[in-house]
């Protein structure tokens, strides 16, 4: 499945053979919905997102909403559940605490809903979400996967800017070339993300993957079906210093394994197509490893500043990102010898 990339990968992904998700029994309830929220340890912003979700939620027969605890061991997420929604909400917990990817894919499979929804435990829906969902998900009957804008949010909910569209896409509708789309970025929000079913029985569950899981599992889906895009920003996508996304930025591993899989992501593509979008892909990219290693910079956090200049010009080398990564280097030694 990975092509010749997958050598490349290997460093990153335990297995190249997604974990399996098995077809819902015969005569087993089936709502419209899954709503599965996926926390661990996760105490200040749960009850928002949860409040968020119940607020438009239409009845049990209509919706499955369970929050799967990934061996939480600080907070006692059973109760704050209940508090919350008495038993309006399910509530699943680990008997270990798994990896990202083995939890999400629990969620997968918890999930008896023809749509499934996987809800991170730090973001909110907008008023309106899974009516506009429902809309567009019943005039798209080939339709796998559906997403829409989202608004960035700071830790105290302050908006911040929204998160960029698919490349040259400015409408809602079905996107034409999705996986091209997608192999020149990851683009699609994890908690804008509402999935078939059955399509997830086709593809599996998620790889193991560090920092890029949902962006494989977007490329998969997005090669068996059609995906939509909504664009109005019906999510408020946090980013904060303790999320897990924000802090593994840090150690500039989340920039090697997005190197790996756009190549990846490229093969992937019809042969035509393939370098042009690896160059889209890697000067995008650049860029942003650029933006956090000047972040990383103004935040005195100088060894990772120079993990992330050194992707830029890995990713796409120029004379510029030769001396930005002199200039971080010297940094870097200069703040040693002075210590």
Known sequence: MMGRAGGRLAAFVPTVEPPPISALSDGEPTPFWSVIVPTRDREQYLAETLESI????????????????????????????????????????????MSISENWTTCIRRAHGQWVHIMPDDDVLEPGFYDAY??????????????????????????????????????????????????QCDW?????????????ERVGGFLGFSHILDWDMWMRLASIGDVGYIHRPLIRNREHSHSGSTSSFRTGRHIAEIAAFIDAAADRLQRPHRAAVRRKARRLYATYADYMSNALTGAMERRAALNHAVWAWRLHPGRARSLTVVRRLFDLLRSTAVR
């Open 54 to 97: 119940l607020s438009q939620a239409p009845g049990s027969n209509q919706m499955q909403i369970e929050v799967v605890d990934n061996y939480s061991t600080a907070v006692d997420v059973q109760a704050l559940v209940r508090k919350i929604a008495a038993d309006r909400i399910g509530y699943f917990r680990q008997p270990r605490a």
């Open 134 to 183: 429902r809309s567009f998900i019943e005039q798209a009957p080939d339709l796998v996967l559906l997403a829409c804008q989202a608004r960035i949010i700071d830790e105290h909910g302050q908006p911040g800017r929204l998160r960029f569209n698919p490349p040259g896409v400015e409408r809602t509708g079905v996107l034409q070339d999705p996986c091209q789309l997608l192999a």
């Open 188 to 200: 699609i929000a994890t908690p804008s993300a509402v999935v078939r079913r059955s399509a997830y």
